[in-house]
């Protein structure tokens, strides 16, 4: 892999975000407005929380946690469309970039999305509804670095369906990761979901963050057993599609897909 | 006799049951303009694409430098670049910005000098701050073709590199490339619908015909053999030709 083909990337997507307030917006509207509508429900809901103790903390947490790997994966995905519809893909893989430089930029893009959605969330939460995330202790670091793998496990996989099918499957880009969500026991534990559905949401490591996140909270232990489980299958996963990226790679070039994945 | 920087071998695509490229073979010597010609659907485009790597062969071999395009993409392509008339860059950078991250992808030396310079020969300097998307269309394939000649490639890809350029600028253009041969011993593979074009640049033409060649040689040779009165003849014969073919 070559640094400069990489930061060449990076640069270029750094260009686009100075002077697009849509893309800036991306960046700051939506987590905020999340927030904010899920912030009141959950200070609503707390009225409850004799029933649920410390339904605050975890729903919040959750909801940050969330965005987090919403935006890494999004990172990954929205880069590589941003490519798409600037008809750009041509000039890319007809240069020495190799597909490893291409996804080490997106998810480069994607580490920087998360952590200034990461400070915005925090801070609103902060300020809002005294809230802070820190309150997780030192499994947060952990738990979100796993949470950004996860997010690259979803956006190259989309990305990868993306280039296979063309523009019209770019909506997967922003509905893809919802099809994780309640696999994902973002806001319950995974006890509630039905015994085939908990079957795969251990496949998906998510699911243990939110459980060790859970954990952590709720009854202060340290979440060991989730993190391992979370890091073997992000590896395992990751590594799977990143191979599947290579497979679609090669077969769009066979089916001279790539020259026409944006018309 | 130099080694040819380009070398291709009986080159062979087939998309399902069509054929789009079918056997064919071809080499560039150093400082060579070589002239692709074609009816629409001859399999020009698909041959480019081929010898760029975005779409791979389904026989045949592509060499360029003596080394496998299969095998040595990376190395081949840092050498290698392409203009076309459709092909596009991000529109929402500046023309500079552009040609800076193009500069930092191919790892070019000293970007600022190098952008200044490109941008001059060009005569780009009176749009050189402005937003790629506000380009006219001559002023766009100027920015592709400042993105080739950008990185000092070996060979270069273009494909009809003049046709929306007016016939000043259209002019410098063939002027610059013939320059950049001349002093850099640079080989061009040209495909052009302007049959005055090609047969002034073009050292060497091959025609292409359903995905096949069908004349080599010199212009004139090609003229001669066919006993046209000129290449845009030769072109409405083998045009016609494969128009009744597929009718």
């Not at chain 1, 809901?45 to 103790?53: C, G, H, I, K, T």
Request: aromatic share 10%; proline share 4%; charged share 20%.
């Amino acid at each position: 892999m070559k640094l400069h083909r990489i930061t060449a990337l990076i640069v270029r997507h750094l260009y686009l975000y100075r002077r697009s307030l849509p893309r800036i917006m991306e960046i700051f509207y939506w987590p905020f407005l999340d927030l904010v509508i899920w912030g009141f429900i959950t200070l609503y809901l707390a009225r409850y929380q004799s029933q649920v103790p410390g339904f605050v903390t975890f729903f919040l947490g959750a909801l940050i946690l969330w965005d987090m790997l919403f935006r890494s994966q999004q990172g990954i995905t929205i880069s590589f469309l941003e490519e798409l519809w600037a008809r750009n893909l041509m000039n890319l893989f007809a240069s020495p970039l190799k597909p490893s430089e291409f996804l080490a930029a997106t998810m480069a893009m994607s580490v920087m999305k998360v952590t200034v959605v990461s400070i915005v969330m925090a801070g609103c939460a902060l300020l809002f509804y005294s809230y802070n995330i820190l309150i997780v202790g030192v499994w947060l670091m952990p738990f979100v670095l796993n949470l950004v793998i996860t997010g690259w496990v979803i956006g190259v996989f989309t990305t990868s369906l993306i280039m296979r099918f063309g523009q019209e499957a770019e909506v997967l880009a922003w509905s893809m990761v919802f099809l994780f969500q309640p696999i994902s026991c973002v806001f319950y534990p995974m006890e509630v979901l039905p015994e085939w559905l908990q079957m795969i949401a251990w496949a998906n490591p998510a699911a243990h963050i939110f459980e060790g996140m859970r954990t952590v909270l709720g009854e202060g232990a340290p979440p060991i057993g989730d993190l391992a489980w979370a890091v073997c299958l992000n590896g395992t996963l990751l590594v799977g599609v990143v191979a599947w990226f290579y497979r679609t790679v090669a077969y769009c070039k066979d089916q001279g897909l790539l020259v026409r994945v944006g018309e | 006799m130099t080694p040819p920087v380009l070398k291709a071998s009986n080159l062979t695509k087939r998309f399902g049951n069509f054929t789009a490229v079918n056997g064919v073979s071809f080499e560039i010597r150093p400082g060579e303009i070589l002239g692709l010609l074609g009816p629409n659907g001859a399999g020009k485009t698909t041959t480019i694409q081929m010898l760029l790597g975005l779409v791979t062969p389904t026989a045949g071999s592509i060499h360029m430098f003596g080394l496998d395009l299969s095998t040595h993409r990376e190395e081949i392509l840092q050498q290698v670049n392409f203009s076309s008339t459709y092909i596009s860059m991000p529109q929402s950078l500046t023309v500079e910005e552009n040609l800076w991250v193009v500069a930092r992808l191919y790892g070019v030396s000293n970007i600022a000098r190098r952008v200044n310079d490109i941008v001059k020969k060009l005569e780009m300097e009176e749009f050189c701050g402005k937003i790629t998307r506000k380009l006219s269309s001559g002023q766009m394939t100027r920015l592709t073709l400042a993105k080739a000649f950008l990185t000092e490639p070996r060979i270069l890809f273009l494909d009809e590199p003049t046709a929306s350029l007016d016939p000043d600028i259209a002019d410098k253009i063939r002027s610059l490339l013939k320059e950049e041969r001349r002093s850099s011993a640079l080989s061009i593979l040209y495909t052009s619908h302007n049959m005055r074009e090609m047969e002034e640049m073009s050292d060497r033409i091959i025609f292409l015909q359903r995905g096949r060649i069908v004349a080599e040689g010199t212009a004139q040779e090609i003229i001669d053999r066919f006993g046209k009165a000129d290449l845009e003849e030769v072109f409405l014969k083998f045009a016609r030709e494969q128009e009744q073919s597929s009718s």
